[in-house]
C-alpha cells in the first residue's frame, strides 16, 4: 500500500510528530478554547491556524531542502547529500517560531 513512498527514519518521524502535535493541540483545546491574536502574522490567528500555518511552512522547508540538496552537494563540494535531519530540524523549529509568536 505504502510502496510508492520512501518511509526512512526520517521521514517517519516528521510524520509521527506532526500526528502528536495534532493530537495535542486537540486535547489543549478541548481544555483550553482558544482566542484570537495577533503576532507577526498578518492576521490574528488562534492556536489552530498557526499550527496549519506551521505545518505548511515545515513542508514547504522539507520539500526545498529536498529539491536542493543534490545542488548543495555541488556548491559546497560535498561527497554525500547532506543529512534529511538538517531540513527536520530547521522546521520544527519554523513551527515552533510561529506557534509562539505568529
Not at 548543495?72 to 510561529?98: N, R, T, Y
Amino acid at each position: 500500500m505504502f510502496e510508492w513512498m520512501v518511509w526512512t527514519t526520517p521521514v517517519a518521524v516528521f510524520f509521527t510528530c506532526i500526528a502528536l502535535m495534532l493530537f495535542g493541540m486537540t486535547v489543549w483545546e478541548i481544555k483550553s478554547p482558544t482566542v484570537l491574536r495577533r503576532g507577526f502574522l498578518p492576521m490574528e490567528t488562534t492556536r489552530g491556524d498557526r499550527l496549519f500555518i506551521g505545518l505548511l511552512a515545515a513542508a514547504y522547508v522539507n520539500l526545498a531542502f529536498v529539491g536542493i540538496s543534490g545542488r548543495l552537494m555541488g556548491w559546497m563540494a560535498l561527497e554525500v547529500e547532506p543529512s534529511i535531519w538538517i531540513s527536520f530540524v530547521v522546521s520544527m523549529a519554523l513551527l515552533a517560531l510561529i506557534m509562539h509568536k505568529g
